[in-house]
Nanobody
């Protein structure tokens, strides 16, 4: 069983920054991918950024240059540093752990960008 616990969401003004964290616990294999997706009201859940255990990253075009994903493999934790936030970034952000062809999701953390 795998559990993912996210933190770091909140309300921020346009142009501001937030840092999301996600800690995984349970049966975690060394070979995995961790990352973030987001879902705005009435829209599908979409990729934000993911990182493999070897450090390979994939970002959505809309966040390149503004968001940075990182991870601490010793603590099974993934981070998302979000800078230059805009109202279009408002969404529920979900942590993902992908291993052994299984996807595990966190409960989601809300990010609201508004003045």
């Amino acid at each position: 069983q795998v559990q993912l616990v996210e933190s770091g969401g909140g309300l921020v003004q346009p142009g501001g920054s937030l840092r999301l964290s996600c800690a995984a616990s349970g049966t975690i294999f060394a070979i995995n991918t961790m990352g973030w997706y987001r879902q705005a009201p009435g829209k599908q859940r979409i990729l934000v950024a993911v990182m493999t255990h070897t450090g390979f990253t994939n970002y959505a075009d809309s966040v390149k240059g503004r968001f940075t994903i990182s991870r601490d493999n010793t603590k099974n934790t993934v981070f998302l540093q979000m800078n230059s936030l805009s109202p279009d970034d408002t969404a529920a952000y979900y942590c993902l752990l992908r291993q052994e062809s299984n996807d595990y999701w966190g409960q989601g953390t809300q990010v609201t960008v508004s003045s």
